[in-house]
């Protein structure tokens, strides 16, 4: 994490920024994923009151850290902190939304005023796990008497899937896989 520090009437000495680098680098391992972040810490004095006040941009959310004591590091490490509440509850949101199943919004109609409605189409699967024996051309043919459109099986001569279909006219359609 990159760190900028603006001083207004504050200046600090280079092992006080040493620590404040430790204390942010935290702060970065919670917010840096593939990419490079950057605070800014702004520190001011009013009154003998010292104030410190944090700001990290996260995926175009600002995140904002303010704290005020009498001591400046006490300030600065109170606002690290509130930075950090903030930082974790960004993270956990934005984990928890990006890996959630995206949900398909319902398409609504256009308004018709005359339409019916469409019918509902089923699909019914097939279970893998039950084992089906193979079958001839025959017995499929037999299986088509029971009225149906169609029958997909396994052939029994050449082991590959095959669809028996009725026609129009009576007649069969054969398509082997």
């Not at 004095?45 to 175009?60: F, I, P």
């Not at 189409?121 to 088509?144: F, S």
């Not at 997909?152 to 359609?173: C, E, I, K, M, Q």
Request: charged content about 35%; overall charge positive.
């Amino acid at each position: 994490m990159k760190i900028k520090y603006t001083g207004r009437q504050v200046e600090l000495a280079p092992a006080q920024l040493k620590k404040l680098e430790g204390r942010f680098a935290k702060i970065g391992k919670l917010l840096d994923g593939r990419r490079e972040c950057e605070a800014h810490v702004v520190l001011s004095v009013e009154r003998h009151l010292q104030q410190a006040e944090a700001k990290v941009n996260y995926y175009g959310h600002p995140l904002v850290g303010m704290g005020a004591s009498a001591d400046l590091f006490t300030a600065i490490h109170s606002a690290a902190e509130k930075l950090e509440k903030q930082a974790l509850k960004a993270r956990t949101k934005w984990r928890d939304n990006k890996r959630a199943p995206k949900q398909d919004a319902p398409e609504e109609p256009a308004a018709k005023a005359d339409a019916a409605p469409e019918a509902e189409h089923q699909v019914y699967r097939v279970k893998q796990h039950e084992k089906r024996k193979p079958m001839t051309l025959d017995e499929a043919v037999l299986e088509m008497e029971k009225k149906r459109d169609y029958v997909v099986y396994r052939d029994a001569a050449t082991d590959r899937v095959s669809v028996l279909v009725r026609r129009p006219d009576g007649n069969f359609d054969l398509v082997e896989g």
